[in-house]
């Protein structure tokens, strides 16, 4: 499946910018189409020309300038071809007007073939052999899932490979729901705002199995430190990002589903028999972990968020599309609904856009008109792209928006508490629209809670609408997203409270 985009020349290709970012960095494959002007008009400076190649080519897969007719239709099956396959990303198709209104004679091109692009997909079986040996002589092992288990669609089988080594699991932002959040085996997620034992048992482990993975410098902290006591396997498809930024023992390139069910095959053929028993202590230590330090909050008079996001995901019984804007709001779905099912969890997780959840939350009620589809999200993001309100209502989209509102842009303002004395500056929202009536005057429902015990009623009417809705939930304003690790600190380094 690959995504298509098509905006017009000059502020169209400049626009897509922010969104063609994204995809790059969470690897989305989609093709872009944008307009350009004549190309004998190219480099004249004409009327919306810009030198869209030029201002993408550090955020696409690969690019191209169209200059003749008679190369679109290679270059078309070019684009999804690179776009799809391999590690995925944006691949821009750049089309001169004189280009695309000049008609050929249409031949059907041949197979694609790109000598110098040819993606390693099948691991090398020494090294699974390796891995197989490092998870016998493990006392502590964890396994590290990130965004390519879901691109790969390997989620059933690094289930399967969880559950038979009964290796304990833990999921960058964008790995959400490639292993059930609800498994005996689940740690939560890992990182800045990372559940206590999952980023302790990540500092505390002596194998660390990385699968589909960058090791970002969110879930890493201070490299230096970072799992310090592991040996380490990296499987990607992608060989750049291996040893990228975290030196690996043993290094795997492949797609993540072809590599976990050799891996798999494999392990059925070994006695691990002992391992439960060798690895006692082991989930005895993730157990006391998990029991001194919980995520969680203290619901008083004022609508805390985590219990929105709480309530939320009990009435749907974690079987929504949960897309996010970016920020606050990101880390509590991120941290307080938990995914059972890879592509129910949508954010943008490597460029962090504003404005990312509701055009994200539309194209998911499309491609899914019969799923539930929530957009959580604060009253800063929302307000980036809240105009794609009017799109969900034209098309008939009953997309719910749930605006955990804390009149800040809450993010921002938690680094500016925590670690420049309260100089608020910039993030104050008191202006924020009247989301009810900025719903309403769209056409869809507005709903507000003010007091915690108006939370399930209001998720109640506003999940049970058939219209486009937004919940507008006022939450306590100096709320912080925890734990959190501090720049530059260990990833073991965490603020509690």
């Not at 089309?95 to 390693?120: C, G, M, Q």
């Not at 997620?189 to 302790?200: F, L």
């Not at 750049?240 to 043993?250: E, F, L, Q, Y």
């Not at 629209?433 to 009417?461: N, W």
Request: charged share 20%; glycine share 8%; with cysteine.
């Amino acid at each position: 499946m690959c995504g298509l985009c098509l905006v017009t020349s000059g502020p169209g290709a400049t626009n897509a910018v922010t969104g063609i970012a994204s995809a790059y960095m969470d690897s989305i494959p989609v093709v872009i189409f944008t307009g350009q002007v004549p190309t004998h008009l190219i480099g004249n400076d004409a009327f919306q020309e810009v030198d869209t190649v030029g201002i993408t080519r550090p955020i696409t897969k690969h690019n191209y300038l169209v200059k003749r007719t008679e190369d679109l239709a290679r270059i078309i099956k070019e684009a999804f071809l690179i776009a799809s396959s391999g590690r995925p990303g944006p691949v821009l198709v750049d089309i001169p007007k004189n280009v695309s209104v000049n008609t050929i004679d249409y031949k059907a091109s041949k197979k694609v073939n790109l000598k110098s692009y040819k993606p390693t997909y099948s691991p090398n079986v020494k090294q699974l052999h390796n891995v197989v040996k490092l998870i016998k002589d493990a006392k502590k092992p964890v396994i590290f899932a990130g965004g390519g288990v879901i691109l790969s669609k390997a989620a059933r089988e690094l289930t399967e490979f969880a559950r038979t080594t009964q290796i304990p699991l833990t999921a960058s932002l964008m790995g959400l729901g490639g292993f059930p959040g609800s498994d005996p085996l689940w740690l939560g997620m890992v990182g800045m705002h990372g559940t206590y034992r999952a980023n302790m048992s990540i500092g505390e482990c002596d194998l660390l199995i990385g699968i589909g993975v960058r090791f970002d410098d969110r879930v890493t902290g201070r490299t230096d430190v970072f799992a310090p006591n592991a040996k380490i396997v990296h499987i990607d498809i992608d060989p750049t990002s291996i040893r990228k930024n975290i030196p690996v023992t043993v290094p795997i390139v492949g797609d993540c589903k072809i590599t976990l069910d050799q891996l798999n095959k494999l392990l059925k053929n070994e006695d691990l028999g002992d391992l439960n028993k060798k690895q006692k202590k082991w989930f005895d230590q993730i157990h006391r972990w998990k029991s001194t330090e919980p995520l969680a909050y203290n619901q008083k008079n004022v609508i805390k968020p985590q219990y929105v996001v709480e309530k939320l995901y009990q009435l749907t019984k974690g079987n929504a599309i949960i897309t996010t804007e970016v920020g606050q709001n990101q880390m509590w779905a991120a941290q307080y609904y938990h995914y059972d099912q890879p592509n129910h969890f949508i954010t943008s997780g490597g460029l962090g856009c504003m404005g990312f959840g509701l055009p994200a939350a539309i194209g998911a009620q499309l491609a899914c008109p019969d799923k539930l589809v929530v957009d959580i999200a604060g009253d800063g993001s929302i307000q980036m792209n809240i105009q794609e309100m009017s799109t969900a209502i034209q098309y008939g989209l009953p997309v719910k928006v749930v605006i955990l509102n804390n009149g800040f842009l809450g993010m921002v303002r938690q680094w500016q508490q925590l670690f420049y004395e309260k100089r608020y500056i910039a993030t104050s929202l008191e202006h924020a629209p009247d989301f009810v009536k900025l719903a309403e005057a769209y056409g869809g429902l507005g709903l507000r809670a003010t007091k915690p015990e108006e939370v399930v009623p209001v998720l109640k009417k506003g999940l049970s609408s058939k219209k486009t809705v937004i919940m507008d939930f006022v939450v306590e304003k100096e709320e912080c997203v925890y734990p959190m690790i501090p720049a530059g600190a260990a990833a073991t380094e965490m603020l509690l409270v």
